[in-house]
């Protein structure tokens, strides 16, 4: 019987770098030997309660060193990590948690209430929190100290599934990326290769490891190098600029709105910031503004693009090349491939624009439990079809030019308008509604609902916002609801969201 997934890394690591920090949280430090001694005792409180291969742990919580400690207590047992994001709201979270079919649920108590609805109608059997717990259900922190340690080894490949990461569907209900064991190595692979990460790298972890970017393109590399990562729960600017300089943190990863509120900062002048080295970008493309902030401290952008699916890189652009081929997102990542494709599947010349198409062992083998998505989501000859459009210039460098999806990145955070759309279509008095993105100067872009009205009524930003909340995580509620007599359409019917863009994009 042998793990060759995640399962195994912390091992190797507790073997290699026993006494290296691995994990810096508030003033806890947790070396790779007490990480790996976690993880084992993770492993055998699951097994302990019946989790076996397959079975899904789902996780909600906010950035900690328990949320590894799960991850890959999990992965020794061969068992399906779940991670979901903390800002849905209680149906979003039940869907998460009764579609992945999750037979263990760990998460941070204030989360408790909100997962109920969920625990209720799935199949979980076990419902941990995070910490000591409460008097009638003892905490993670107490189950780990009286587990029995030990590694446990499960015969896992890296064909088998280590996580399900859910994805915002583009008709409503999110779907589940499968993600396997060789997926999130082959990224990491691919993230030590194209970011130079080293050993000797500090990580200031201030993105939510539940995104894919954050564990994929951050953590898990991290790990494999036997980096150190400093976490934290939130991202506040001025503590973050004080962690760079007290850890001497070398490595950042954020989205624009982050690196935004860095520099606008009042300390930004005053940090000590010499000690960073790498930067990394995603959600969109970093406006010109804050690379010039950042040039002038002697600093350097890699940027990419990516998604769930490809678990999550897909492209990155050097730093060298940030000026010279400002607007791209970069060359395929090294085990990656990128080709764009027209629509009838046959590639078109450099220049042309098309579907962005990908391949490699970081893409992802399907959706959890979804035949139909799964069948359109592949070429015949096993590309997956991103849904976004874009060309390759004479160098090979990959363009964005449009989504295909509409799909709205808010702040990092992917917003699919269908499933807004769909729950504003049930408010009395609305009889056609349009959710596009519109820039924003401090998030990149936000939700804006446009809609219709059936003659009488009378529906403002308020009530549509008052009708979503708590149906949808807040931040994909509309910044404003605006009122027009007709939605432009094509002659099929289908809403023309690219001239909505275009007329109040500009206000």
Same mark, same amino acid.
């Not at 037979?103 to 989360?111: T, V």
């Not at 804050?290 to 890699?302: K, V």
């Given at each position: ?36 001694? @976690? ?62 079919? @999750? ?50 080894? @499960? ?24 993600? *396997? ?68 943190? *070398? ?6 709105? *982050? ?203 308020? @009530? ?25 359409? *094509? ?17």
């Amino acid at each position: 019987m042998r793990n060759r997934g995640l399962g195994f890394w912390l091992a190797k690591r507790r073997l290699k770098n026993p006494d290296k920090p691995a994990v810096v949280f508030g003033d806890e430090v947790l070396t790779y030997r007490e990480l790996a001694d @976690a993880a084992d005792r993770v492993a055998s409180v699951l097994w302990h309660r019946g989790i076996r291969t397959g079975d899904a742990v789902a996780y909600i919580g906010e950035n900690s060193p328990q949320f590894l400690e799960v991850l890959f207590g999990a992965a020794q047992i061969g068992a399906v990590f779940v991670p979901v994001n903390t800002r849905l709201a209680a149906p979003e979270i039940a869907h998460v948690l009764t579609d992945s079919n @999750a037979r263990a649920l760990i998460l941070d108590i204030e989360f408790l209430d909100r997962a109920m609805t969920g625990v209720e109608s799935g199949r979980i059997a076990h419902v941990i929190v995070t910490g000591e717990g409460l008097p009638e259900n003892p905490g993670l922190a107490h189950l780990i100290a009286e587990a029995p340690g030990g590694h446990t080894i @499960a015969d896992v490949t890296l064909e088998d599934p280590a996580a399900i990461v859910y994805t915002s569907g583009t008709t409503g209900k999110p779907k589940g990326a499968v993600l *396997t064991h060789g997926n999130l190595t082959w990224v990491s692979l691919n993230a030590i290769v194209d970011y130079d990460i080293v050993s000797m790298d500090v990580s200031l972890m201030i993105s939510p490891l539940f995104h894919v970017a954050s564990l994929g393109m951050g953590a898990l590399p991290g790990i494999l190098k036997g980096a150190t990562m400093v976490l934290e729960k939130g991202f506040e600017p001025g503590r973050a600029l004080a962690l760079i300089a007290q850890h001497g943190v *070398t490595m950042l990863s954020g989205v624009p709105t *982050t690196y935004q509120m860095l520099a606008d900062h009042p300390a930004w002048e005053s940090t000590d910031i010499s000690s960073l080295q790498k930067l990394t970008c995603g959600g969109s493309a970093v406006p010109t503004r804050i690379l010039n902030a950042y040039e002038e401290r002697g600093l350097h952008f890699s940027q990419g693009y990516g998604m769930t699916e490809t678990s999550p890189g897909a492209t990155s652009l050097s730093p060298a090349m940030t000026r010279e081929k400002q607007g791209s997102v970069g060359l395929p990542h090294f085990f990656t491939e990128v080709r764009i494709a027209d629509e009838n599947g046959d590639m078109v010349p450099r220049g042309t624009v098309g579907e962005i198409e990908i391949s490699g062992p970081n893409v992802f083998p399907g959706y959890h439990d979804r035949p139909d998505a799964n069948e359109t989501a592949f070429t015949d000859d096993g590309w997956f079809r991103s849904g976004d459009l874009g060309y390759l210039d004479a160098d090979g460098y990959l363009y964005i030019a449009d989504r295909l999806k509409d799909m709205i990145i808010s702040g990092g955070e992917n917003i699919y308008p269908a499933e807004v759309e769909n729950l504003i279509s049930d408010i009395e008095g609305i009889s056609g509604v349009a959710v596009v993105g519109v820039p924003d100067e401090r998030w990149g872009e936000v939700p804006l609902a446009v809609v219709t009205l059936r003659e009488g009524a009378d529906v403002d930003t308020t @009530a549509v916002r008052e009708h979503l909340d708590g149906l949808l995580a807040r931040y994909k509620l509309p910044k404003d609801v605006v009122v027009v007599d007709e939605l432009p359409r *094509t002659a099929s019917g289908k809403i023309r969201k690219a001239d909505l863009r275009a007329i109040f994009g500009k206000k």
